[in-house]
């Protein structure tokens, strides 16, 4: 699907500059689709290199050549071996993150508990 252009559009009228970048495997990191978070996971992060509408005549011009920086975006993206890229380095001399296992408050698995027990019973009274 070609990108759509109602932010291209604003980014021309009004002579904002713009950027394509491009990560990959964010449904290792977070999978709506089976409601699941994933930790470890590598992931590949690629940004272009600024666009500025005001080097375009028309409107026309500028959405051609963002259209042709986001698929070479998107292609070096996706051919990047997460093994080969850079690591991240937090800016401004920040720690690393650091990801520790949440604990699960007690309340949580009470809810929990409540709601299967109102389960068996509505699924018992219904027969």
């Known amino acids: 699907m070609p990108l759509k252009t109602g932010v291209l559009q604003y980014a021309y009228d009004y002579k904002r500059v713009v950027q394509c970048v ?23 992060t690629c940004c272009s290199d600024v666009i500025d509408p005001a080097a375009f005549a028309t409107f026309d011009d500028f959405v051609k050549e963002v259209r042709d920086v986001y698929a070479r975006t998107w292609k070096q ?24 296992d949440a604990c699960e408050p007690a309340k949580l698995n009470l809810v929990r508990l409540l709601a299967v027990i109102l389960a068996v019973v509505i699924v018992a009274l219904r027969r």
């Not at 491009?22 to 977070?30: F, H, L, S």
């Not at 409601?35 to 590949?44: K, M």
């Open 22 to 44: 491009i990560t990959t495997n964010k449904e290792g990191v977070c999978n709506e689709k089976t409601l699941s978070l994933s930790r470890g996971q590598a992931v590949v």
């Open 77 to 100: 993206a996706y051919e990047t071996d997460p093994d080969d890229a850079a690591a991240y380095e937090p800016p401004m001399g920040n720690p690393a993150p650091r990801f520790e």
